[in-house]
């Protein structure tokens, strides 16, 4: 489903624009790492209190967010591609920041989009971020056979390049 999601997207011109402004302070204020090696956005962690089973569960609890969908039609391509842009967007724009903090792919974004509201009608979006970690299970070990909703996992290489200030991110990778 995510594929055929991406195929019909039109991701021309896809820059930091396409973010709302309350992700984008979240992208812009970098990342922290807990006591216990949990990579998450920093200003998110602010305030996080719990206790997760393992960091892959913290990074992904607390680095997890629903996208902002509320200036959106409640249903079709006018709901669906802006919220995929967004999220994209976003997730281009945290791992990029990532990128320089712990090094090229070292986080991977997960961008899902599923049925949801009151009576599971209305199209959702949700990004979350982890840490790679060799010799831990990762957020969803079998992304391929993955059927709940549709997910994209998303790395540093899996678009060319930079955006930069203002500039589009080259996504035809993505497509593929």
Not at 41 to 67: I, K, P, Y
């Amino acid at each position: 489903m995510m594929a055929a999601t991406v195929q019909r997207t039109d991701l021309a011109g896809l820059t930091k624009s396409d973010i709302p402004q309350p992700f984008r302070d979240v992208a812009g204020h970098g990342w922290t790492v807990t006591s216990g090696g949990a990579v998450l956005l920093a200003e998110l962690a602010e305030g996080t209190v719990g206790s997760f089973f393992d960091v892959v569960q913290e990074e992904t609890s607390v680095n997890g967010r629903a996208m902002t969908d509320y200036d959106l039609p409640a249903s079709g391509k006018d709901r669906e591609e802006p919220l995929l842009r967004r999220c994209l967007a976003y997730s281009f724009a945290c791992l990029e920041s990532a990128e320089g903090q712990f090094g090229e792919n070292s986080v991977s974004a997960y961008v899902s989009l599923s049925m949801g509201g009151l009576d599971d009608d209305t199209l959702t979006a949700n990004v979350t971020f982890t840490m790679r970690r060799p010799g831990l299970a990762s957020y969803v070990p079998d992304i391929e056979g993955y059927v709940h909703e549709a997910l994209l996992e998303i790395r540093r290489d899996d678009y060319s390049s930079s955006a930069g200030p203002s500039g589009p991110w080259p996504v035809e990778v993505l497509r593929h």
